[in-house]
């Protein structure tokens, strides 16, 4: 399969293109700096570009089967604007121009789905978000609307501690106050669970929290 990664160079985004990798797959990292992807592959092709780049996005896009998206907003205070929400919007459309379909992102639990049901952890956490990062939720809220008002083939994975201990090799899924999802998730399965979904539609159009 021919699979385009979106923040590639990031902590989640190199190991999602080294998962791809191993597993066969030719792969288009779109990245801003290349000496910071730091691997050399005859599967891997890299782009370099801004989020911005509405043009060099959609050549990155082309012949793709899939779209993997590792980005994520500026954990500052002090950040400003919608970059990452912007960047979206221009990867959505490029995949519309070029017609493909299946989009696999990440958000985390302080934007809802639909199938959550109330619950404290849902109510606290986008009050924590607001106060810590008000820019950063902007960003998630904003990047992840840009994706689920599409009509692509979405799944976006909520992540709540990102962590870089080794992988477990277990994933708990599901939807808050329905299923039984902690918090803290290493990387690497994180890495596995998104590149897991190319070939898996359960979560076709759903945004399932998931964590070790």
């Known amino acids: 399969m021919r699979v385009t990664v979106f923040g590639a160079t990031g902590q989640i985004g190199r190991l999602v293109v080294a998962e791809l990798l191993a597993a066969g797959h030719d792969v288009t990292a779109y990245v801003r700096d290349p000496c910071k992807l730091q691997v050399a592959d005859l599967h891997l092709t890299v782009v370099t570009g801004e989020l911005s780049d509405a043009e060099a996005i959609q050549q990155a896009v082309h012949g793709a089967d899939a779209v993997i998206s590792a980005l994520g907003p500026a954990l500052n205070r002090k950040a400003k604007g919608t970059p990452v929400t912007d960047g979206t919007r221009n990867i959505v459309a490029a995949m519309q121009a070029e017609g ?65 201990t080794k992988p477990k090799g277990t994933q708990r899924v599901g939807f808050l106050g329905r299923d039984k999802v902690g918090s803290a998730m290493s990387r690497a399965d994180i890495a596995a669970f998104l590149v897991a979904q190319l070939n898996d539609k359960t979560f076709s159009r759903a945004a399932p929290a998931i964590s070790n």
């Open 100 to 164: 493909v379909r299946r989009y696999i992102g990440l958000a985390t639990p302080s934007v809802p789905d639909k199938r959550d049901k109330p619950t404290l952890k849902a109510r606290i956490l986008p009050v924590i978000a607001g106060t810590l990062f008000p820019n950063g939720l902007r960003e998630i809220v904003g990047m992840t609307k840009a994706v689920t008002n599409s009509d692509l083939d979405w799944t976006i994975a909520r992540i709540t501690s990102p962590n870089n």
